[in-house]
């Protein structure tokens, strides 16, 4: 099945900076990437949708100067988070959905997913 | 608006089956995902329907029905290790994920 990596897995980052998340397709190309979040026991929320060589489309509440998406290639797109703070600690996941073609089923495949504390 | 109905919780015994539920209202419909997620972990892709009916695969199995605006995912053979949330998430006319909020499977010996 379709591989999506991310990196890093956790990051322990001080309050102010910013921290980048990168998710790789490995052996597929990823039109669309998601990025998500997850607060312990709660649902993934949507924070944006990036389709490769276009701006992300963010999801409402989300600061889009503070989230930066970059999709710059088929396999690749990362997740800057700038000036973190405490409130940004949380569960980062990104999917990765492939070109549609007959019969696709529109799957998403996940990263592992990354863990940010910001202190 | 857009929504996804699932239980909180559900408690089950190993060896036995266990029925998951879930109701949904969406702005169109391109199918049904369940998906399955450990505490701590990405979510991990278990099923799809976007036609009438049931999907077998292995212990799981997952239900549709459009006109009902419902769907259940039932696993039988129940063993400690599928312990885990359930999301179910389904694909709306502009093809994104609305995701429900998850049920949490707790599985006794």
């Known amino acids: 099945g379709a591989v999506v990596s991310q990196h890093p897995s956790r990051v322990i980052c001080k309050s102010g900076t910013s921290v980048k998340i990168e998710c790789r397709s490995l052996?597929?190309?990823?039109?669309?990437m998601f990025w998500y979040r997850q607060f312990p026991k709660k649902s993934l929320m949507l924070m944006a949708t990036?389709?490769?060589?276009?701006?992300?489309?963010?999801e409402q509440g989300v600061e889009k100067d503070k989230f930066l998406i970059n999709h710059a290639s088929l396999t690749l797109s990362t997740l800057t988070v700038t000036s973190a703070h405490p409130e940004d600690s949380s569960f980062y996941i990104c999917s990765a959905r492939g070109v549609a073609g007959a019969g696709d089923s529109y799957e998403q495949y996940f990263g592992p997913g990354t863990r940010l504390t910001v202190t | 608006g857009q929504n996804i109905d699932q239980p909180t919780e559900m408690t089950a015994t190993e060896g036995a089956i266990v029925q998951i539920n879930c109701t949904y209202q969406t702005s169109g419909f391109n199918g049904l995902f369940w998906y399955q997620q450990h505490a701590g972990e990405a979510p991990t892709f278990l099923s799809y329907?976007?036609l009438d009916g049931l999907e077998e695969k292995g212990r799981f199995s997952s239900f549709l029905s459009r006109s009902k605006g419902y769907s259940y995912l039932l696993l039988k053979e129940l063993q400690m290790k599928d312990s885990a949330s359930y999301l179910c998430?389904?694909?709306?006319?502009?093809?994104?994920?609305?995701w429900g909020a998850g049920t949490k499977l707790i599985i006794k010996p």
């Open positions: 990036s389709n490769e060589g276009s701006k992300a489309t963010y």
């Open positions: 998430a389904v694909m709306d006319s502009n093809y994104q994920l609305i």
């Open positions: 329907n976007v």
């Open positions: 052996d597929f190309q990823a039109t669309t």
